[in-house]
């Protein structure tokens, strides 16, 4: 590819390759390549690098937050026929950008344009002498949803009825407010029951197609331990037997791994399957449909329900002032939730002394 005064997209396309792909997590790459190729690339692609201007960006930004995505990548239109319902039949579905994308945008852009001003293919990055649009003007934050502890209960008494396998995973997503990819990556020596902590050091990812289980990014957050008590003890417990009489049963067929969560063989859970599994047991529970990470938002109404210590609260929110933990542990729940919750841990007790 010819170097001298490329297009911006000849740029990105040659930056994406052989300066982040090799260079970055895998994760960057996902995040990256879809920004700049439904993004950037239509909107300024065609421009030579050379002579990008601030206005140029300016203009472009400020499209942004009147810009139905669906529209513009003719999304409605690669459906099937029969399944087309909104911008391919002129119905537009207003399907604008963030806030957060659009500035996540500005971010990727002003991130390639520094390696062109380092290797000295520009005279100044652009980009960052930009200003994101008004957020009045930007579509509105959705609004996250969820549950209230009356409903974390019910659905965590739904997966004891149904003896769901993994219904540790949900305890572990609901009352440490731990992310899907924590979760499935979860390692048995990172577990230690007996001290009632874990560590968070791995997560589990599909990545460009690939099933990545790799380390955490080094942080304070991420090397220090969060304390297990009660309802988590009893849950990990319940799914080393699980998992046990899973490997027994697999015979031949179990692949060994050290990883917490794990299918029927012992491999690696699926986090899309892991996701439409947490949908069917909403549904059948008779909870709201949410999304697996708005359960974090629950987290701090379930502890405060189970008796945790603000101070012990604090680690596991991950809180800096225990100012903000009192802000947000406020939900106080009913005697019956209380008992029900008690009798959930009391269940597994039981089943770990029978």
């Known amino acids: 590819m010819p170097t001298k005064n490329p297009t911006l997209a000849a740029f990105l396309s040659r930056w994406l390759e052989e300066v982040i792909k090799p260079n970055r997590e895998p994760t960057t790459y996902v995040a990256y390549e879809p920004l700049v190729r439904l993004y950037i690339v239509p909107g300024l692609g065609k421009k030579r690098l050379d002579k990008l201007t601030v206005r140029d960006v300016q203009t472009w930004l400020n499209t942004l937050p009147t810009l139905c995505t669906c529209c513009d990548q003719k999304k409605d239109h690669q459906r099937p026929a029969h399944k087309r319902r909104c911008c391919s039949l002129g119905k537009c579905c207003k399907g604008y950008p963030s806030r957060s994308t659009i500035a996540g945008l500005r971010r990727v852009l002003r991130s390639a344009l520094g390696h062109a001003l380092r290797e000295e293919m520009i005279s100044k990055n652009v980009a960052s002498l930009t200003t994101l649009p008004s957020p009045s003007t930007t579509k509105k934050k959705r609004q996250h949803t969820a549950w209230t502890v009356d409903e974390a209960r019910r659905f965590l008494e739904h997966l004891r009825e149904v003896d769901d396998p993994l219904y540790a995973a949900y305890v572990l997503i609901l009352v440490l407010g731990l992310r899907r990819g924590e979760v499935l990556g979860l390692a048995w020596d990172c577990v230690d029951l007996g001290g009632e902590q874990l560590w968070i050091s791995r997560q589990l990812t599909r990545v460009g197609g690939r099933l990545l289980h ?21 849950a990990l417990r319940h799914r080393q037997r699980v998992q046990e009489e899973a490997r027994k049963a697999a015979g031949d067929r179990w692949k060994p791994s050290d990883l917490t969560f794990t299918t029927r063989t012992g491999t690696p859970i699926e986090p899309r399957n892991f996701n439409r599994a947490f949908e069917t047991h909403c549904r059948n529970a008779g909870v709201p449909r949410i999304r697996v990470h708005d359960t974090r938002h629950t987290c701090a109404s379930l502890l405060a329900a189970l008796d945790v210590h603000p101070r012990v609260a604090m680690r596991i929110l991950r809180h800096s002032q225990i100012s903000m933990t009192m802000d947000v542990y406020t939900q106080i729940p009913s005697p019956e939730t209380r008992k029900a919750l008690d009798r959930l841990n009391q269940s597994l007790d039981g089943q770990a002394k029978t």
């Open 214 to 234: 790799r380390e955490t990014t080094k942080t304070d957050d991420s090397t220090a331990s969060l304390p297990l008590f009660g309802l988590c003890v009893s």
